[in-house]
């Protein structure tokens, strides 16, 4: 599985429940009863119920974020900027 950064766009979100209800570990609802990731970095155990819910949420308000390649994608940024000095 890709690691995943997971978060809701509250403006897409409809509150219907489905990622809570499949993976109440990683989404919860918020103060205002919209769906909220409580994680920032999905932990491996969920990753496949993530992508389940990423998939499953009618709105697809669910935005997952690979991270497997953040570290090259810094050190391409940081290099970019030595050239510009
Ligand atoms: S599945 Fe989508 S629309 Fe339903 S509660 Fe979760 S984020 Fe909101």
Known sequence: MIPLKVYVDPDLCIS????I??????FDW???GIA?????EV????EDLVQEALESCPTSAIIGE???????????LSMEE???E
């Open 16 to 19: 219907c429940g489905a990622c």
């Open 21 to 26: 209800d499949l993976c109440p570990e990683v």
């Open 30 to 32: 918020n103060e205002e």
């Open 36 to 40: 909220e990731a409580q994680v920032d």
């Open 43 to 46: 932990p491996k155990e969920f």
């Open 66 to 76: 690979d991270i497997s390649n953040a570290d090259e994608e810094e050190d391409v």
């Open 82 to 84: 030595e050239k510009e």
